[in-house]
């Protein structure tokens, strides 16, 4: 599976941004899809993610009731809807994909950085 991350810019704090992540390669619908982000000096970290068959959702709780994770697998594509963006949002954002208990495929990432 290779991934295709975009999406990212310059937002002004409580903006939104929609980043995506198109799939080719193997049946992206078999595989769960997350978003993970990585502040400079600090460690990548989980934000969310999308299981490939019930669509069940799940969020790090930094991002709850902001951020939307969603798929759509007709267009091999995962999404990351981000509102209310805030300062401590900037990061390099990536997305992944997981056959099952871990991320074997990653996106480049794609720049989000949220300033006045």
């Known amino acids: 599976v290779q991934l295709q991350a975009s999406g990212g810019g310059l937002v002004q704090p409580g903006g939104s941004l929609n980043l995506s992540c198109a799939a080719s390669?193997?049946?992206?619908?078999?595989?769960?899809m997350g978003w993970f982000r990585q502040a400079p000096g600090k460690e990548r970290e989980f934000v969310a993610a999308?299981?490939?068959?019930?669509?069940?959702?799940h969020y790090a709780d930094s991002v709850k009731g902001r951020f939307t994770i969603s798929r759509d697998n007709a267009k091999n594509t995962a999404y990351l809807l981000m509102n209310s963006l805030k300062p401590e949002d900037t990061a390099v954002y990536y997305c992944?994909?997981?056959?099952?208990?871990?991320?074997?495929?990653w996106g480049q990432g794609t720049l989000v950085t949220v300033s006045s």
């Open positions: 992944a994909a997981s056959s099952g208990t871990k991320y074997e495929y």
């Open positions: 390669g193997r049946a992206f619908s078999s595989y769960h």
């Open positions: 999308v299981t490939w068959r019930e669509h069940s959702t």
